[in-house]
């Protein structure tokens, strides 16, 4: 609750966390169907009908109705966010403590190997993944959450590397706790806070990536929709349809903004270190 406050008080926080719930809102009405149209449905009359009452965002080449098919796109598109970004934070955890924890050559190999990673861009290392794999919602899931997990690496090796040092530490060993317990209790919750702000970042990138596998074909599969694949079928109706473009594009911008925001009013909050002046 007292971050919820402090998030309410924070000029980034309140942006960012209206945007964030108005998707999820949006998101949660789509997966329980709660659209204007079927977002399936192809109303061959209406055809690249232009924005009006009947269909707030107009309709598409197939006559399908924007908003509908917008609605659900966000669903699946926040969809492959948050389980890749979920996949990533869960082993780059498991992996950032292990390699704090036990050093030497386990640590030298394991960040060594998450150097190699982090030398692709995130964009290509995705497309070389599901390009090899195959395309599909859950390739692009595997493919984001390898992409992301040597950053979450990083973000754990690092305070655990310094935690590990510390008395509190020193004292749970000698009074006998177990590995497992000083690896959770006292290394891990202290994480949380830098933890908690990468995950907000990440959604953003995953987010604007998911776009981009889908844009080229390699992501989410119509009939379904999603951001990335509504732009893909836009591109070559710019002129006759631009409202096909806009929509899916600043829905994507949108959503982006509201969870660097949202990242950046955590990490002032989580981090007093960090706070502007």
């Not at 389980?83 to 955890?93: D, K, N, R, Y």
């Not at 473009?245 to 509201?258: E, K, N, Q, W, Y």
Request: glycine fraction near 8%.
């Amino acid at each position: 609750m007292r971050v919820v406050k402090a998030i309410l008080s924070h000029p980034s926080g309140r942006i960012g966390g209206v945007i964030v719930l108005v998707y999820l809102l949006v998101a949660l009405l789509g997966a329980v169907g709660l659209t204007p149209h079927d977002p399936l449905m192809q109303y061959r009359i209406d055809r690249l009908h232009a924005p009006t009452s009947s269909y707030w965002m107009g309709t598409d080449l197939f006559g399908r109705d924007v908003m509908s098919r917008l609605m659900k796109g966000i669903g699946q598109s926040f969809t492959v966010a948050f389980f890749s970004v979920a996949l990533a934070t869960l082993a780059g955890t498991v992996l950032g403590l292990t390699a704090a924890w036990f050093g030497g050559r386990w640590d030298t190999v394991m960040m060594r190997f998450m150097d190699v990673l982090l030398a692709f861009p995130a964009i290509l290392l995705a497309l070389l993944i599901v390009t090899i794999v195959g395309p599909g919602t859950w390739t692009s899931v595997a493919a984001i959450s390898i992409v992301y997990t040597p950053i979450f690496t990083r973000v754990v090796r690092g305070p655990a590397l310094s935690l590990k040092a510390r008395d509190f530490v020193d004292a749970a060993r000698t009074f006998g706790s177990s590995r497992s317990y000083i690896l959770t209790r006292h290394l891990l919750l202290n994480l949380v806070a830098p933890l908690t702000v990468q995950v907000t970042l990440a959604l953003a990138w995953a987010l604007l990536t998911e776009a981009g596998l889908s844009f080229l074909g390699l992501g989410t599969q119509p009939p379904a929709s999603s951001l990335g694949l509504m732009l893909s079928d836009a591109r070559n109706l710019m002129e006759q349809a631009p409202w096909l473009l806009a929509f899916p594009a600043v829905a994507i911008m949108l959503s982006i903004l509201g969870f660097n925001l949202l990242g950046d009013a955590l990490r002032d909050i989580l981090d007093p270190k960090t706070r502007r002046a």
